[in-house]
């Protein structure tokens, strides 16, 4: 029934399945384990031979409603929800990978997406190669016979810089390795990466799924055939299964995506014209700017430019830690993506861990500051702002 309805249907009513009570909001199933009627439908159920719930770690129908629901707003054909983005990520990766292969990726990906692949997933084996983001060039340079994963954010966190998916996707497949694609930052009203070429799409369902800063969550989407095997097999076997509870929370979070990425989206553009013209900040890095270096590339492949704004305020790292400190109504929390603004100092905190080498290399300067715009009003924010600017 989902096939032809539009994102906006889909985001309240795909992945509905009502129990025989006919409740019309969608029902948390808090259950680790299912009943089966009689020995043979046991053996039925784990052979693999009949469908249905077996536990909790496998399956479970309000995690179930939360997946369909992201794979129909995706335009994927399955998906996988997991207990927070790292282990979507750490899925993927284990899901598809072996000891012996290699990821291209870039220096501007989530500080602890790149702990994961150059300090953790080096341990076993997988090797990977970061280059900068945009350089189509530098990609294809760095691809080797085992090759066999590009993985990428775009725009990036938090300096907001772009690649051409469909470009890459070209690259990838050239190549035979997978496409992934985390698509945190513009979710699937703004952007969507299997659309342009992407075999993996990734969620840190934490920030705007949710929206509300309440739950952890993560999520796989992509084709039948490439999540059906490793990854739901590491799944199960792993455990790093999201929670009945929390999927419960994503899904309604998913029915009001819509409204809070398009109003939050509308904030962020107006407060990035008004930081780009208050004379003590020298950069803003918004991709619905013109001054955006890829704004061309922005408007061709999202649908709206995020509701993430980066900028560097002259003065460096005492003065952007003015600008923080002298907020009243923004949180000082390194969480995004919520209806509550947030600001943070990316340089000491998200990516506080990295090597100052990679981190300048990422583009994240001690003078930089990150804010991520909520529902608050216009004006608010920038009364806030100006406190430690001016
Ligand atoms: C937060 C974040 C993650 C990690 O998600 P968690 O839910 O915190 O595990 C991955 N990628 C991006 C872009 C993020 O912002």
């Not at 208050?278 to 020298?282: D, G, Q």
């Given at each position: 029934m989902t096939d032809k309805l539009d994102l906006d249907t889909l985001a309240v009513r795909a992945g509905i399945h009502r129990s025989q009570f006919n409740e019309h909001s969608e029902a948390l199933y808090l259950t680790s384990s299912y009943v089966f009627n009689n020995a043979q439908q046991a053996a039925e159920r784990f052979a693999n031979r009949e469908p249905g719930n077996i536990y909790s770690r496998f399956t479970n129908p309000t995690v179930t409603a939360f997946q369909e629901r992201l794979a129909a707003l995706e335009g994927g054909e399955s998906c996988i929800a997991t207990a927070s983005g790292m282990s979507a990520i750490l899925t993927t990766v284990m899901g598809l990978l072996k000891a012996g292969d290699h990821i291209v990726t870039s220096h501007s990906i989530f500080g602890a997406s790149v702990q994961l692949f150059a300090n953790i997933m080096a341990r076993f084996g997988v090797e990977t190669s970061f280059v900068a983001l945009s350089d189509l060039k530098a990609w294809e340079a760095a691809v080797r016979p085992n090759t066999r994963m590009f993985y990428l954010e775009t725009p990036s966190n938090p300096t907001m810089e772009l690649v051409d998916i469909k470009a890459l996707s070209h690259m990838a497949h050239a190549a035979k390795a997978t496409l992934v694609v985390d698509n945190c930052f513009c979710t699937p009203i703004l952007q969507r990466p299997l659309d342009l070429g992407a075999d993996i799409v990734i969620h840190s369902a934490t920030k705007y799924l949710d929206g509300q800063g309440r739950v952890l969550g993560g999520a796989i989407v992509g084709s039948q055939a490439l999540l059906g095997e490793g990854i739901a097999h590491f799944l199960r076997t792993a455990g790093p299964t999201l929670s009945a509870f929390n999927a419960w929370v994503l899904l309604k979070g998913l029915e009001t995506l819509r409204i809070r990425m398009d109003a939050q989206s509308a904030t962020a553009l107006a407060l990035a014209s008004w930081l780009e013209q208050?004379?003590?900040?020298?950069r803003v890095v918004y991709p619905g700017l013109k001054s955006h270096p890829q704004h061309e590339l922005a408007q061709r492949q999202q649908s709206g430019g995020g509701a993430m704004v980066a900028f560097n305020v002259k003065g460096g790292q005492k003065k952007a830690w003015q600008v923080i400190d002298s907020t009243k109504v923004i949180s000082i929390t390194a969480n995004l993506g919520d209806t509550k603004t947030t600001i943070t100092h990316p340089a000491t905190t998200t990516h506080g861990r990295l090597s100052d080498e990679v981190r300048m290399a990422a583009g994240i300067g001690p003078e930089m500051v990150r804010v991520s715009v909520g529902l608050e009003s216009l004006a608010d924010l920038q009364h806030d702002l100006a406190r430690g600017l001016d």
């Open positions: 208050h004379p003590s900040v020298s």
